[in-house]
């Protein structure tokens, strides 16, 4: 059962913008951590930005004043605003959601930024 499902990849330029969004199953209840990863090729996926108890917001430092997490609880969504966008941007994008003892991950989408 897919229980995260992302979209809004793409090719991009360099300095443009795209949202990624990530529709989370009305089975998960309970959510207490919602985050994306970024995975570039060869190496390993690394933590960009995160929401605890729908609180407290964490950025890695090569993103802060680009990218804004956020979500939509009506909606079972979560998104990824990403603006000014770079190069070593590109890779794969994954949604996380951490809920009651058991975490899940969507399938991922591909950022591609280029001229």
């Known amino acids: 059962q897919v229980q995260l499902v992302e979209s809004g990849g793409g090719l991009v330029q360099p300095g443009g913008s795209l949202r990624l969004s990530c529709a989370v199953s009305?089975?998960?209840?309970?959510?207490?951590?919602r985050a994306w990863y970024h995975q570039s090729a060869g190496k390993q996926r690394e933590l960009v930005a995160s929401l605890l108890n729908d609180l407290t917001i964490h950025y890695v430092d090569s993103v802060k004043g680009r990218f804004t997490i956020s979500k939509n609880n009506a909606e079972n969504m979560m998104y990824l605003q990403m603006n000014s966008l770079k190069p070593e941007d590109t890779g794969v994008y994954y949604c996380?959601?951490?809920?009651?003892?058991?975490?899940?991950w969507g399938q991922g989408t591909q950022v591609t930024v280029s001229s």
């Open positions: 009305k089975n998960i209840n309970g959510i207490r951590v």
């Open positions: 996380f959601v951490a809920a009651r003892g058991s975490t899940y």
